[in-house]
């Protein structure tokens, strides 16, 4: 089975009986709770203090947040737990899914850094409150990150006092490790330092927010700060703080494919039980189109967030692959699942606004998602640079295998000087798109080959017309993007053993996005006419097959019915 379902645990392979456990754990720890309490809380809205008391009993951020030498013996980071830990808290809500978002956030540049004390210090702070927080955006300055007005002033006895402000900063109202990323006021280098939520000098004044979750706006008064509560400073906290976002939003995708798994059973069990005009709704041709498009694109999303997660675990040196398809998990998964979530609103229709719905808080709380850790222009942009390597200049790697092991991802905490990320080489995309002779994956081909010409007809003078044209950066960013989420489908498939008929009833939507994109490079002011040939190419229709179709709705949607719904 594709998708999460806690009433029907899927076992994910774990290497060590503590991983399953913790899922386990919190699964029966929300159904436990129940969706009327949730709900309740969700309206009121309450902080989630009762998953923070849960979170410390459990011991749950110990074991996932901590790499390998730190906490109890045995411990391991592994990417590939925290995937679904993040799914499984997102399938229940965003203010839980974000609680533990951010105290990642928080923790990881403690583990980043080079001060070795301060590590073991919050390994022990973590113990007694596992909330951590992220103290990076600020009012005046919101996503330029080259700006701050926290400060560090040095004082005669060496040590420092802070002061300055931050904004949208989440768990800071109960976190004892916040890493608040600043200047030293009279050399302007970049600093990291941990301060806490409950000393006196600092102030939380407000959540910026009306939710369940604190996003919130603190001030640090001439907080004592000493050698022993900094992490890094220089480059180093520069580095430390982009390889930090690297890491977490990952999360942002497995995060949006909970959320919009919940509201899939929601939606498919509504409407499998409405009669309209003598009519299952589930009969109506245009919602089994709706179903199957839902369907397919949120297991796409799964299958691409999965195999990512082998990328980001295998990462070294050699081997940054991930720094394209982590950006892809975070911007594309995310916004599929809006795509996802319109689509399933369109069959529930005035359902989607009940207040007693899951659905009604996931179409508010999953707006903010793509949002998260950089805007979709911001990840495009990065992304482009990947482009002519990743067409053009493939390189040999050994093959990753599904990565479900006890392995610490020891790279992602020593990912270095965040430099050289248009050299990153990638392996032939097209290897892997042979593999498989589906129609609509050869059609997808023909597209890809259209692209291609676009590119090489464009020349260098590419980059130049994408970075005076955010617009047209979005369009040829797209359609790049599109291609590399479709290789490690096909890759992902293979190892879940997903059936032709379903894969190829995937590929249908991903003909009809590229075409989609195509379109919309055609028509834009800048487009040459060398690259209006070549978008015109990539206008393609997908293979449509009756019996397929039906296949997979019956086979693989429709079977679905009253799965899951959540303890009252």
Not at 210 to 234: C, K, M, W
Not at 250 to 272: D, M, R
């Amino acid at each position: 089975m594709l998708l999460l379902n806690p009433k029907n645990y899927q076992e994910r392979n774990y290497p060590d009986e503590r991983s399953r456990e913790i899922m386990l754990k919190t699964i029966e720890w929300f159904e436990n709770k129940g969706h009327k309490k949730m709900k309740e809380d969700f309206l009121t809205p309450e902080f989630t203090y009762d998953f923070a008391d849960f979170i410390k009993r459990e011991k749950i951020f110990e074991t996932l947040f901590l790499p390998e030498g730190y906490g109890d013996k045995g411990q391991y980071y592994s990417t590939y737990r925290m995937f679904e830990f993040s799914e499984i808290c997102g399938f229940y809500g965003s203010a839980y899914w974000y609680m533990y978002h951010v105290s990642t956030l928080g923790l990881d540049p403690v583990f980043l850094g080079d001060n070795e004390a301060l590590k073991h210090r919050a390994v022990e702070v973590l113990k007694g409150n596992p909330l951590c927080a992220f103290g990076l955006s600020e009012k005046e300055h919101g996503a330029d990150i080259y700006s701050s007005d926290m400060k560090l002033y040095r004082q005669a006895d060496g040590t420092y006092l802070a002061k300055g402000s931050k904004y949208y900063i989440g768990n800071a109202n109960e976190a004892s490790t916040i890493t608040v990323f600043g200047k030293i006021a009279d050399t302007d280098e970049y600093v990291f330092f941990v301060v806490d939520s409950k000393h006196e000098k600092f102030e939380c004044i407000k959540n910026v927010i009306h939710a369940q979750n604190f996003v919130a706006e603190f001030a640090l008064h001439d907080y004592p700060i000493t050698d022993a509560d900094i992490s890094s400073r220089g480059p180093k906290a520069w580095d430390d703080m982009l390889n930090t976002i690297n890491i977490c939003k990952f999360n942002i995708g497995s995060g949006a494919i909970g959320i919009v798994t919940h509201s899939f059973y929601e939606a498919l069990n509504h409407a499998s039980k409405r009669n309209l005009y003598g009519k299952y709704v589930t009969e109506f041709p245009h919602v089994k189109q709706l179903f199957v498009d839902s369907f397919c694109r949120l297991g796409a999303m799964k299958l691409f967030g999965l195999r990512a997660t082998d990328y980001m675990r295998a990462a070294s040196a050699d081997d940054k692959r991930y720094l394209l398809y982590n950006p892809i998990m975070k911007m594309k998964v995310a916004i599929q699942g809006e795509v996802v979530h319109e689509l399933l609103w369109d069959i529930i229709a005035a359902k989607g606004f009940e207040k007693d719905t899951y659905f009604s808080q996931a179409v508010f709380e999953l707006k903010g998602f793509p949002k998260l850790e950089g805007t979709r222009h911001v990840n495009m942009a990065l992304i482009a640079k990947l482009i002519p390597n990743y067409m053009f200049n493939p390189k040999e790697y050994p093959e990753i295998p599904r990565l479900t092991g006890n392995e610490n991802d020891d790279y992602l905490f020593n990912q270095g000087p965040t430099r050289g990320y248009a050299k990153i080489q990638f392996h032939d995309f097209r290897k892997t798109y042979a593999t498989k002779e589906l129609p609509n994956i050869e059609i997808f081909k023909d597209q890809i080959k259209a692209y291609e010409e676009f590119l090489i007809g464009s020349g260098m003078a590419l980059g130049e017309q994408m970075m005076n044209d955010f617009a047209f950066l979005l369009g040829v960013g797209e359609i790049f993007t599109l291609i590399a989420y479709g290789q490690l489908i096909i890759e992902s498939a293979a190892m879940e053993n997903i059936d032709d008929d379903l894969l190829d009833q995937m590929f249908d939507f991903m003909v009809r996005d590229f075409s989609a994109y195509g379109v919309d490079l055609l028509g834009m002011p800048t487009t040459t006419e060398v690259q209006q040939s070549a978008c015109q190419k990539m206008i393609k229709r997908p293979f449509a097959n009756a019996a397929r179709f039906e296949k997979v709705l019956k086979d693989h949607v429709y079977s679905l019915v009253d799965t899951y719904a959540m303890t009252e």
